[in-house]
Structures are given as structure tokens and as C-alpha cells.
């Protein structure tokens, strides 16, 4: 069970303010996320998360979450995980590893066999593809929930070994943010996303720190 910050992780999130550094709160359930948008007095990231609303991961941030965001005046950077990014994908993530759960209870099973079935499996329920559209989705919902300016990138590309289709690389950024373009976003709100509003974090950080005398 997931009861939120103790009282002395509040005093870290204050101490972190102190310092001038970020609080990110990517890796954590929505209780920690209320606690410490409750005791922040700087903005807060989510480095590389996206909505829950629309993939049911626990990694994603979900609206009563989101809708904090412009208060703190915090970024949420969209991930590239294909697992947050595509349900079809999570699923079946899911059903894999209830499957390869159900062969490691059974204790007549030789290792080499379970190999062989998962791979058996893996065949007959091929992975589906997150793409580069459903990432723009995301970036659609958090955009109506908090507004263009608490959105950012977090592709997580030096922490995934698969990526959506049409974003394999760092190169297809660009391809991106044409898709945005094409869904209407205006030049100041592209460049936001693109990263100066994560810059803007960084500043309120820094400005929220206590300089010695």
C-alpha cells in the first residue's frame, strides 16, 4: 500500500526547493504526486510520463493529477515508452508476463521448456506497435488539461529498447512536431512543448532557492 510522503520525504521535497533542485515525480503513485504538489514551493516535472486517461499505466498521470499542474506551474514531458503510449501495447505486456507468471508456478517445468513455450508464444501473439500519433494524442490531452504551456518532450530514448513507430530517433523529432503543427498548434505553443517550458521550470526552480547572503 501506497500511503504518500512521510513527513520526512516532505522535508526532502522542501530541501530540494532549498537547493534550487528538481522534483520529479515520474516514478511515483498518485498519492506521493498530491503530497508533493502540497508542500512544493517551486514547480514540479514529470520527466517522462504521460496520460493516464489514456493508457491505464501506473507510470502515467492521471487528470486530477494534471489539472494541479498549472497551479505549480509544473511540465509534464511526454514519454515515448510504447507500453504508456499504446493500451494495445500495455495489454499485452500484461498478458505476457501473467503468462510467463503462470509457467514459473508450475515446478515440473524445465527452464529450457518455459523458453521455448514463451517463445511459442511470442509467435502466436506478435507485439503491436505504438506510433508516432499516439504519442501526439497524448500531447493533445495534456495539452487540454493544462494548457500548452505545462507540456514538454521526455522521450526516455536512453532508457527504452523499443520506440513507436516514426519515432525511432531523435532525427524524427521533426516529424513530430509537424504532426502537432498539422493539429493546429501555433509557433509559441511548438516551441514551448519543444522545450522552453521546461526552461521556464528550471528558472522558477532557481529563483525558488535560497541564495546565501
Known sequence: EVNGLSDFGRDVV????????????????PSTMHDALDCSEAPLIFSHSSAKTLVNHPR???DEVLRRIPVNNGVV?????????SEEVYNHTLARESERE??????????????????????????????LEQV?????????????GHVGIGSDFDGIEEVPDGL?????????????????????????IA???FLRVMRAVEDAAEVPS
Open 195 to 197: 522545450g522552453c517550458n
Open 14 to 29: 522542501r530541501e530540494m526547493n532549498r537547493l534550487g533542485m528538481l522534483v520529479d515525480l515520474s516514478h511515483v503513485a
Open 102 to 131: 503462470r509457467l514459473d508456478a508450475l515446478p515440473l517445468m524445465e527452464p529450457n521448456q518455459k523458453e521455448t513455450h514463451m517463445n511459442n508464444w511470442d509467435e502466436a501473439y506478435p507485439p503491436p506497435q505504438a506510433n
Open 77 to 85: 514531458m511526454v514519454s515515448f515508452v510504447p507500453s504508456f503510449t
Open 136 to 148: 501526439a494524442d497524448h500531447i493533445d490531452h495534456l495539452c487540454a488539461v493544462m494548457g500548452p
Open 60 to 62: 502515467n498521470v492521471p
Open 168 to 192: 525511432e530517433d531523435v532525427s524524427k523529432f521533426p516529424d513530430l512536431f509537424i504532426e502537432l503543427a498539422r493539429r493546429g498548434y501555433n509557433d509559441d505553443e511548438l516551441r514551448g
